[in-house]
């Protein structure tokens, strides 16, 4: 009973407090951003791409200035204008000759940008007070201006530009060129658009396309404005914040030159190389006939020897097979073995002498001749039978 009333002393304070909390405690839905991803999340123009394909124009990223044609689009961002001159005058040019190019606040080298378009940057005094203020995302609603008046529209009479945490509202731009279209607030003008060559040039002081950026205020509606977009268009968004590989670089300046030196390079290698196997495929083994032997030996015997290694053999032959013969003939004079064996072959004693003590160079049908009569010898006494006994 006891133990009982201790649960009960702590279970109704505790039912008590979790009454109290659900009866002030409401469950709401509530939209968390879900993090970029793949291309959204390296590259910075991912939805201004997507957004000018969807009012029928091409688009591309690039990170090296390519001269487009003349009736493209470039949209440049973090980009430093006069790095190198020879870029610069490739875009100027572009530009005189028809191009359309859009240029927000984060272009470096602005001197010769302001020198060559007409559109100067105006810098008021700054309040410090308003340092931290200013530091904030902020949407302001800018008048837009064509051929320097106002634009009023059935829709809406201003526009809301949000500026980054890049752009500082104490400047604007001016210029003395006539101004084509222009957003104005009461700080001055906050984008501006002039004429130069046959083309264009529009600066924008912010940094509104990059990102969820698009998305804020009517940053959707000044990008369209901005490019002057039509329907077949080519956009491209020139970018240096994500520089291009050491190796692209030298391939894209030097291809010409990149080419002929690897070609030499893996021919170098080729002709230095390992070998794997030899340079001509082996021939197919096959079995010579033994006369085909007998001449292959025969010719390298006289290549080598001038023939005498051939006559004395072919004599030593005809010795054996007269010995097995002629009784005693190992025995006899020269003069009596020449004369034993005309007599048993038939042949003339003083050739068969000349032939067997053949003496000093001969030319080559010589040698030939006395050769084949040696043999000739020796097969006469082969096929002849029985035992000639000496005289």
């Known amino acids: 009973m006891k133990r009982a009333g201790i649960w009960i002393a702590l279970g109704v304070p505790v039912a008590l407090l979790v009454g109290w909390i659900a009866s002030r405690t409401?469950?709401?839905?509530?939209?968390?951003?879900?993090?970029?991803?793949?291309?959204?999340?390296?590259?910075?123009?991912?939805?201004?791409?997507?957004?000018?394909?969807?009012?029928?124009?091409?688009s591309t990223h690039d990170r090296m200035f390519i001269p487009p044609?003349?009736?493209?689009?470039?949209?440049?961002s973090d980009w430093h204008w006069s790095l190198s001159p020879n870029r610069q005058h490739a875009m100027e040019r572009w530009v005189e000759?028809?191009?359309r190019l859009v240029v927000t606040d984060t272009v470096f080298g602005d001197p010769e940008l302001q020198r060559w378009s007409g559109i100067s940057m105006r810098v008021k005094a700054r309040d410090e007070k308003k340092n931290e203020t200013m530091e904030q995302n902020v949407c302001r609603s800018l008048v837009e201006e064509r051929d320097g008046s106002p634009v009023k529209t059935p829709d809406a009479t201003s526009r809301r530009m949000c500026y980054a945490l890049s752009f500082e509202e104490w400047k604007s731009f001016t210029t003395e060129k006539p101004v084509a279209?222009?957003?104005?607030?009461?700080?001055?003008?906050?984008?501006?658009?002039?004429?130069?060559?046959?083309?264009?040039?529009?600066?924008?002081?912010?940094?509104?396309f990059q990102f969820r950026g698009l998305l804020d205020g009517d940053h959707g509606w000044l990008?369209?404005?901005?490019?002057?977009?039509?329907?077949?268009?080519?956009?491209?968004?020139?970018?240096?914040?994500?520089?291009?590989?050491?190796l692209a670089l030298v391939w894209f300046y030097g291809a010409p030159a990149v080419v002929p030196a690897l070609a030499l390079l893996a021919l170098a290698l080729?002709?230095?190389?390992?070998?794997?196997?030899?340079?001509?495929?082996?021939?197919?083994?096959?079995?010579?006939?033994?006369?085909?032997q007998i001449r292959g030996t025969g010719q390298f015997a006289w290549r080598h020897g001038g023939g005498d290694s051939l006559h004395a053999a072919s004599v030593r032959a005809l010795d054996e097979a007269a010995a097995r013969r002629i009784s005693g003939y190992s025995r006899l004079p020269a003069a009596e073995r020449a004369a034993a064996l005309a007599r048993l072959t038939g042949f003339d004693q003083h050739a068969l002498a000349a032939a067997i003590h053949h003496l000093g160079a001969r030319r080559?049908?010589?040698?030939?001749n006395t050769i084949a009569?040696?043999?000739?010898?020796?097969?006469?006494?082969v096929m002849t039978t029985g035992t000639v006994a000496r005289r």
């Not at 709401?28 to 879900?34: A, G």
């Not at 990008?223 to 050491?246: C, K």
């Open 26 to 58: 409401a469950w709401v839905d509530v939209r968390v951003p879900v993090p970029l991803r793949g291309d959204a999340l390296r590259n910075p123009f991912y939805a201004a791409q997507r957004f000018v394909e969807a009012l029928g124009a091409r």
């Open 69 to 76: 044609p003349p009736n493209a689009v470039i949209v440049i």
């Open 97 to 99: 000759s028809g191009g």
């Open 181 to 208: 279209w222009a957003l104005r607030g009461p700080s001055g003008a906050q984008a501006m658009r002039v004429g130069v060559g046959r083309g264009s040039v529009t600066r924008i002081n912010a940094r509104p």
């Open 223 to 246: 990008l369209a404005t901005a490019t002057q977009i039509r329907r077949g268009d080519e956009v491209h968004f020139l970018s240096e914040e994500d520089h291009p590989s050491l």
């Open 270 to 292: 080729w002709r230095h190389g390992v070998r794997l196997g030899p340079l001509v495929a082996p021939l197919q083994a096959a079995r010579r006939s033994l006369a085909e």
């Open 364 to 368: 080559a049908h010589e040698i030939r």
């Open 373 to 381: 009569l040696v043999e000739a010898a020796r097969r006469q006494i």
